[in-house]
């Protein structure tokens, strides 16, 4: 006689912390294997400040220290926003190649796939912030320690839920990757101008002033600004706090809802 035994397969239940940490691993490695990009990302921000920094330093009356003190902050802010703005890229190779798809049909939870890789964002933009603020010390940039720090976890914030609103394009522009790069490179550099990181508002057109205070990036920058400055009670502080909180819970919200539905 012969007996066949029976096994029962049980379901491989997901966890959505530990799903997230797998795949912020996943995304990391490839950064720590090749730091070069890493690097290289810098010369974007350092062509600016070696280029803008003088032109601003020259117009105004003000000294140099002063000057950096204020567009400083600025750049540190379009680190996170170039960084993140291009990350869905990445993710548009990945369902070009199919790797994405085999993703989707392993035993994670699916907000996992898009949570850990905007928390991976976070770790190059604090970086390489962390680098140019250090570098123009000895140019007159002053640091406030305490507000270093919080101006970091604000900008890593913000670098989250830009990101997840990338990943978000990519996805619904996946079978057309020509309209990922159309409306990231026509948000991109309105949200970058009209929120006063290179150039003050205050002189500016008043319809480019109304523009701005919708624009949930100028309170970050304000917030940047005067988190370094040492101003920790500030308005602008919790402002910005509030601005990129309200713009990760939606990229995170939008995300999430869009990975979903995907397949």
Do not use: C
Request: hydrophobic share 55%; net charge neutral; charged share 10%.
């Amino acid at each position: 006689m012969t007996t066949t035994a029976t096994h029962n397969t049980l379901p491989v239940r997901s966890n959505a912390v530990r799903d997230s940490w797998n795949v912020l691993v996943r995304e990391l490695r490839p950064v720590v294997r090749d730091p070069f990009s890493l690097i290289f990302s810098l010369l974007q921000p350092l062509v600016f400040l070696g280029l803008f920094g003088p032109l601003l330093i020259g117009g105004s009356d003000a000294p140099a220290g002063e000057v950096l003190q204020w567009f400083v902050p600025g750049i540190l802010v379009m680190i996170a926003l170039f960084g993140t703005g291009v990350t869905g890229s990445n993710l548009l190779m990945e369902m070009q190649t199919g790797s994405h798809e085999r993703t989707l049909v392993a035993p994670i939870a699916r907000p996992a796939l898009l949570i850990g890789r905007a928390l991976k964002e976070m770790a190059p933009i604090m970086v390489q912030a962390g680098v140019i603020a250090l570098a123009t010390i000895p140019f007159g940039f002053s640091v406030n320690p305490l507000g270093m720090l919080l101006g970091l976890v604000l900008i890593a914030i913000f670098g989250m839920g830009f990101g997840a609103l990338s990943y978000t394009l990519a996805l619904v522009s996946r079978s057309r990757d020509w309209m990922f790069w159309a409306v990231q490179q026509a948000t991109i550099f309105p949200l970058m101008i009209l929120s006063g990181m290179l150039l003050p508002l205050e002189d500016g057109p008043r319809w480019m002033q109304v523009a701005a205070a919708f624009n949930p990036i100028s309170y970050v920058v304000a917030a940047e600004r005067a988190l370094f400055a040492g101003e920790l009670s500030s308005p602008d502080v919790l402002w910005g706090f509030l601005a990129a909180a309200v713009l990760a819970a939606i990229g995170l919200a939008v995300g999430i809802r869009s990975i979903k539905r995907s397949d």
